[in-house]
């Protein structure tokens, strides 16, 4: 079992800022790969960002609506993941995500974070 602790999440004026955070209890390492995703009301959850395993080539993908202002990156010290939000909108109110996708494709989540972005 994977767990995953999310933060970072607030509320935001239209065109600010927020990073989020994600601590997994394992290390990333080569094989697994580690994402965001969001959830708005009424809404199917969508990716919005994910780093693929080192083994499959450690490229990151991005929802085309929130390409050029969100940055998806990592870090192996202490197994983490962050989301830079930079020009928010009030589109990209939700509720968000951490991931974690292993080689098997077993998925794990984290208990979300709120995002409000206010117009």
């Known amino acids: 079992q994977v767990r995953l602790v999310e933060s970072g999440g607030g509320l935001v004026q239209a065109g600010g800022s927020l990073r989020l955070s994600c601590a997994a209890s394992?290390?990333?390492?080569?094989?697994?790969?580690i994402g965001w995703y969001r959830q708005a009301p009424g809404k199917q959850r969508e990716l919005v960002a994910r780093?693929?395993?080192?083994?499959?080539?450690?490229?990151?993908n991005y929802a085309d609506s929130v390409k050029e202002r969100f940055t998806i990156y990592r870090d192996n010290i202490p197994n983490a993941v962050y989301l830079q939000m930079n020009s928010l909108k009030p589109e990209d109110t939700a509720v968000y995500y951490c991931?974690?996708?292993?080689?098997?494709?077993?998925?794990?989540w984290g208990q979300g974070t709120q995002v409000t972005v206010s117009s």
């Open positions: 780093i693929l395993s080192i083994r499959s080539g450690g490229t990151t």
């Open positions: 394992e290390s990333i390492g080569i094989r697994n790969s």
């Open positions: 991931n974690f996708r292993t080689l098997d494709n077993r998925d794990f």
